[in-house]
């Protein structure tokens, strides 16, 4: 299999309970493939399982049965602190209610999933980190409170900081369910140019149907099972 | 993972919650500021109260008790063995109070390389004449300038000159003896021995030791005077007082100098045991406070940052889904309860070396202590020592248990209850 064909990411046979109050299972052999640059948005009602799901894939969530490999790697079953590590190395996150660290400037956000992983100096992530808040047009609140920004800011901000180090995937929760029409269209346009321009491969949970629409694929969800993809 | 990123992110959060860790650094510097203070103020006091006794008590003493002889000629008779013997009304043996070859005994001693000076002194009963009236008292024969290097002979004498002591007949009395006796210094006053001589001698100064019943009966004159009063030639010596390097090898040495000279040797800790337990008492007290003190500010601690925990769940939620592991969350808590502990702590010791000057400027003054114009303290490096490791072990574990909780907070669970 050559490297441009292999899927990013494989999910099988997904079986997710919960315990509390009673036992419900709330994800039914859930599988599917992600292929390197695709757009695929995940979509279904509330309460269908598809934020459990991105959890799940997300490898913060570890308490489930079947498989997932991610660039060819099984990580079911990892250390935690492996898992930890891969998440900073290869999955880029933005979350619906953006999620900065109000202690740091924008510049600082943006860096700290870099200083962390430690492969650049902290001249050059300034460096890539000024770059990545160049392409959302973010670069003159770069030295800004991430709490002076609003909240279509934000939302740019974090997905500069999901990009910083050219993660293999960018997953995100509802990153427009918070943002009022104008902001969600930016933040939905910037996900359109990542797709396209850079072949960022990109896995979004959504119920915005015009989202979804825009995304190369659509997986639909209901009651815990895949029935479209 | 490198400490740069994660004290910078501890920094951030404390900046973020500036007043509470102020308070919390507060509660640290002043347990510590507290607990330098106590311990040096109650160690000056203590080292103050021994030096009143051990200081000027000799650590060996060598001298002839008059006591009667064990060795009674019926123990000696094989007839006798096997039974119990009583002997009734036991007298003394003829014994004399001086020390048989003293000066051999002292050249000994001055050569053994554990002693580190060694004073002979003769004691004896006299009357003190005060018109019709006689006043039991001792005069003890001291030379001068050794009691004077040893045993800080010159810190009690209040007024007069201690070196004219070495002048032939003059003599220092006890302040309370002088008071009873109206004797002003220049006076000469009159001495009766036990054996009836009499003698005039001058007086130089006064003695005040801060231990009242001393002072009300005993004297000091130089060994050659006491030597003369008594008729007794320069050789004639009851007491021989040694200060060894090292106090805790006095009763080791008391027990061999007393096998090798055949006569008896007191040494200092058996003498004063008593003031052993109420040192080691009064510092266990002190520690007891000062530890109790920094064990309270270690709760401060843990709810500050319990606090800090609860409101920060969502930067430790974003922290752990962007790659930070469990250990990295629990390494940004423990430094913040580090850098708590030891800026506070730093301050503290800063703060309790002040206070222990401030104390230290206190005047206390008292009859008992003529020596003492302040009150004193110790600035034995020691407690400063125990002070700072002591604020460090206790943020550590008061940190220790918050950051447990943030280490273990489950993103999914934050993130998803917004």
Redesign the interface.
Known sequence: MKEQDSPVLIAQDIDKYFYNPVKTQVLKKVGFKIAKGEFVSIVGKSGCGKSTLLYILSTMDTDYDGKIFMDNELITGKSHNYLAHLRNEKIGFVFQFHYLLNEFSVLENVMIPGLKLGNYSREELEHRAMEKLRIFEMEEHALKKANQLSGGQKQRVAIARALINDPLLIMGDEPTGNLDKKNSDIVFHMFRELAQEYKQTMLVVTHDPEFAAGTDRIIEMEDGRVIRQ | ??W??II??AR??M??RLKQTFIAGVGVTFSITMFVALLGFMNGLNTMLDGLVINRTPHIRFYNQIKPNPNQPIDQMTDFENSLNIIRSVKPSTSRLSIYNSKEIIRTLESDPRVLGVSSKVSTQVFFNVGTIDLTGVINGIDVDKEAALFSFTDYVTQGNYEELNQINSIILGKGLADRMLAGIGDVIQVTTAQGNRVQLKVVGYYQSGLGDFDNANSYASISTVQKILGEPTSYVTDIQVKLKELSQAPPMAREMRETFGIDADDIQTINAQFETGTNVRTLISYAVGITLLVVSGFGIYNILNMMIYEKL??I????????????VNRIFITIALTIGVIGGAVGLLLGFLAGLGIDQIPFETEALPTIKTFPVDYNPKYYLIGGVFSLVTTYLAGFFPARKASGV???DI??G?
């Open positions: 993972m490198s740069g990123l910078e992110l951030a959060l900046l973020a969502d930067t939620a974003i922290l752990k889904a962007i790659g930070f592991n469990s250990q990295d489950d993103p999914v993130i998803r917004k």
